[in-house]
């Protein structure tokens, strides 16, 4: 079986219980749609699951970006430079994203080794923004935020990464007309779409959004690409 979850954002217990539930064997794959860290308790330790997790994808989320940007080898390394000699517009995006959730990656990342933030890093960097699944006659279109200024003739390829990580998807209007090809996505948590906002996967116009808020106190989702089924784990608040 193939299983997608994405924005875990460091609710290492309900990741743990939920992949427990899913009792993945050798032949399952799991596809993350990015944002495994910041905002919740544990966000170092679910990447330090995922980068040693056999049979699994890994898409890049805006919030990996901006770690990656702030603290990795190959963006601004701030865990080795001194902050006065940087850009003042960076430091500025560096407080905002600290704000946003990333103390607590930061706080974590800085007492790991050197190997273990290489490690990381690594993992990271290498990931793909986005990732296709055909099952069944089905097409799944796999993206962590949305694609921005889509047109149906386009490529995903020929997306720009951040097209593809920080845009907001307008889930009233279908983009594929093949009615048996679906995007799947995270970052917008799923009571924000829903009419009753409900913690739930939201399913419509070709949409299969999966976000469903764990870390504000809603639900760690799993969905199941060859049955469509959903497997839950109950979320508590980490803000």
């Not at 050798?26 to 049979?55: F, S, T």
């Not at 959730?101 to 990931?127: D, V, W």
């Not at 990580?165 to 779409?193: A, E, L, M, N």
């Not at 949409?207 to 106190?217: F, K, L, R, S």
Request: hydrophobic share 35%; charged share 25%.
């Amino acid at each position: 079986m193939k299983y997608v979850i994405s924005d875990i954002h460091g609710c290492y217990r309900e990741y743990m219980a939920l992949l427990h539930q899913l009792c993945l064997s050798e032949n399952d794959h799991l596809y993350i749609l990015g944002d495994a860290v910041d905002k919740g308790p544990a966000p170092i330790k679910v990447m330090q699951d995922l980068i040693h997790r056999k049979n699994m994808t890994y898409l890049l989320g805006n919030h990996d970006f901006l770690f990656c940007y702030f603290l990795g080898k190959n963006g601004l390394n701030l865990t080795e430079k001194n902050l006065a000699a940087c850009d003042p517009e960076d430091i500025w995006d560096f407080q905002t994203w600290l704000k946003d959730g990333g103390i607590t990656t930061a706080k974590q990342y800085m007492h790991l080794s050197p190997g273990e933030r290489t490690a990381i890093c690594t993992f990271l960097e290498n990931a793909g923004f986005y990732h296709v699944i055909k099952d069944s006659g089905k097409t799944f279109l796999l993206v962590h935020a949305g694609i921005e200024g889509f047109r149906e003739d386009k490529p995903l390829k020929n997306y720009h990464p951040l097209e593809l990580i920080c845009t907001r998807t307008d889930y009233t209007k279908r983009y594929y007309s093949d009615p048996d090809t679906f995007v799947i996505t995270g970052h917008t948590p799923t009571p924000c779409i829903r009419e009753d906002e409900q913690a739930e996967v939201y399913i419509g116009n070709g949409h299969i959004a999966i976000d469903c808020g764990c870390v504000y106190g809603g639900k760690l989702a799993a969905y199941c690409i060859e049955t469509g089924e959903v497997i839950y784990v109950e979320g508590r608040s980490s803000l």
